[in-house]
């Protein structure tokens, strides 16, 4: 099992985390509209974690974005690079998850993070960090608003509603399936809003979440649980 290392100069402490945060966030670009939904590739990413073993694992699923076929898959295993800090969430994962799209025998298009971009308190989230990081378009579809309000949008599929900091739309709630609770879409890279929330329509045929997290979630955790195995110590029996 090839383990990715923590960068060299990874920050280590909460301050250190926000400095780059700070220096990173002005490189985020808002004025590009993006890909077009049902077109090229789409990949979603995912961590899983063992933190008794010290372990994260990274997948990304590339699917063909017209059909939602699956392309191509990769994962990545490492240690935990970064401790647990609300709104720092990214310096635990980018690493391994840098490491899985590397690992990908195609490019990967746009790119949906199960988590947020600008609808992140410092406006700097995951979807945000990996865009600049990487130069592709992000989006972050997340389960949950965060710390941030919103009215409830209309029952049915596609109907949609501002996630607010104040007076500033950071996202918006969306919702995939009539009556379900909605998602709530953020620009993360190179995306525009209203593109970012077709994009997630796209990708929700039949379920709440995107295609591209479902299948990125299901393929962390079965490589988390490979990982584990391989490295639990292996017990030996002496007969009597």
Partial sequence: MTTVPIPAGWPAT???????????????VTDEPGPPPGSGHVTGVDVAYDDERDLVV???????????AVVAEATAVGRISFPYVPGLLAFREIPTVLAALAALPCPPGLVVCDGYGLAH?????????LGVLTGLPTIGVAKNPFTFAYDEPGVRRGAAAPLRAGAEEVGRALRTRDGVKPVFVSVGHRVGLDNACAHTLALTPAYRLPETTRRADALCRRALQEATIRQAPTSRYSES
């Fill in 58 to 68: 990274a997948a990304a699923v590339v699917l063909d974005a017209a059909g939602l």
């Fill in 14 to 28: 909460e301050e250190q985390a926000r400095t780059v945060q700070d220096e990173l966030r002005g490189r985020v």
């Fill in 121 to 129: 308190p410092r406006r700097f989230g995951l979807a945000s960090h």
